[in-house]
């Protein structure tokens, strides 16, 4: 009787370690890292502050479905891509975690970026072999004087193949960084191409063509 008992203990050991194996094996945690190229683009010469509060800066997006859940940390790296980004489009950048008090800086435009929506598609929830991710921002656009230029929604799309990684973690990645990039792009190009930034550049450039 006390070997029987053993036994039972023994399985229910056994059992309780491969549950717990198997609900670590459901989650995936992704960390979003990558590199951003330099944004080859001619200078605007205005002073911008760019607001990057701690919602922006500490993005995490989490989906759980079918007992599945995916973890897709990527708030360090879109700091990094709106940073370069901007940087490199503006002859100066100041960088806040709050919007500052109107007219008591030496800002042209402030810009006050939100993550609006994440979502992503897995191999195994279509016929494709792919792993999708779409990310739409909306980016604040204001004056010196705090009044709101306008509002810019970008939405950006990534997808990877699964045969050229290793692992979903590692596929995941680079869809996340494809997205990322793709709406850096939209950003460089398209920014002058805002009928409202465009109104605003004439107007900004209206005394010195008097003169």
Known sequence: MKSISIFFKKNIVLCLIATCLSIQGCSTNVIVAGEYPPALVQILPYNAGLVLNNVFTDYSFTREKDDK???????????????QIFGDMFLKVSRFQAIPQA???DLDLLIVPHIEKLQLSMPDETSINIFEVWIKYKLEIFDHSGILIT????????RTQTRFLKSQEAA??????????????????GFNEIPKIRDWINQKT???DVN
């Open 69 to 83: 859940k995916i973890t897709i940390t990527l708030g360090e790296s879109q700091t990094e891509l709106l940073s």
């Open 103 to 105: 007219g008591k800086n």
């Open 151 to 158: 509002e810019w929604f970008v939405s950006s799309y990534g």
């Open 172 to 189: 995941l990645n680079q869809a996340t960084i494809s997205a990322l990039r793709d709406a850096g792009t939209q950003i460089i190009t």
């Open 206 to 208: 209206e005394p010195s």
